[in-house]
């Protein structure tokens, strides 16, 4: 998930630091998860979702088909 999340990040041009203050989500959270250490909780998910304009299924697609 978080590739994807690195992608968006490009495409809209913003920081993880940017998209904390945009969203509430902690930095440390998406360390967190970049590390691989958490995975997001689906909360977390609708609002990145919403945030980079695209749908959860976009998101977790390459994790659900992981498993």
């Known amino acids: 998930m978080y590739e994807k999340l690195e992608k968006l990040m490009v495409i809209k041009g913003v920081t993880p630091y940017q998209v904390s203050k945009d969203t509430g989500i902690a ?31 976009y998101l977790v697609d390459n994790d659900l088909n992981k498993e």
């Open 27 to 57: 930095t440390s959270t998406l360390s967190e998860w970049k590390k691989g250490k958490y995975r997001p909780k689906i909360e977390k998910l609708k609002i990145l979702a919403n945030y980079f304009e695209v749908t959860l299924d």
